[in-house]
Nanobody, 119 residues
């Protein structure tokens, strides 16, 4: 069973930047899977904010487009999320789902990493 673990969360000031990354345990599964980043703010539903296909094609939610960048390194079994110009509504737990919209391997989620945007 594939395992995912997110890293990089923490406290950042509004307007600041943060890099998250997620390590996936099975390289063969990672390379053929779409990878996403999702977040869940307190009291709100989980939101898929970025997706990168197995063919390295990124897509973004309107809420983060132009500020966040998703990229992957298949040789490291790792997906990254660079977040720039963070705002307080970016405070959430961030997750990296595997195949969040379907795929060969089952959808899987890590435990998440918390991000707090506050001065």
């Amino acid at each position: 069973q594939v395992q995912l673990v997110e890293f990089g969360g923490g406290l950042v000031q509004p307007g600041g930047s943060l890099m998250l990354w997620c390590e996936v345990s099975l390289g063969g599964v990672f390379s053929i899977s779409d990878m996403g980043w999702a977040r869940q703010a307190p009291g709100k539903e989980r939101e898929l904010i970025a997706l990168i296909s197995s063919k390295n094609e990124p897509t973004y939610a309107d809420s983060v487009k132009g500020r966040f960048t998703i990229f992957r390194k298949n040789f490291e079994n790792t997906v990254y999320l660079r977040m720039n110009d963070l705002t307080p509504d970016g405070t959430a737990v961030y997750f990296c789902p595997l195949n969040p919209t379907g795929g060969i391997a089952p959808n899987s989620w890590g435990p998440g990493t918390p991000v707090t945007v506050s001065s």
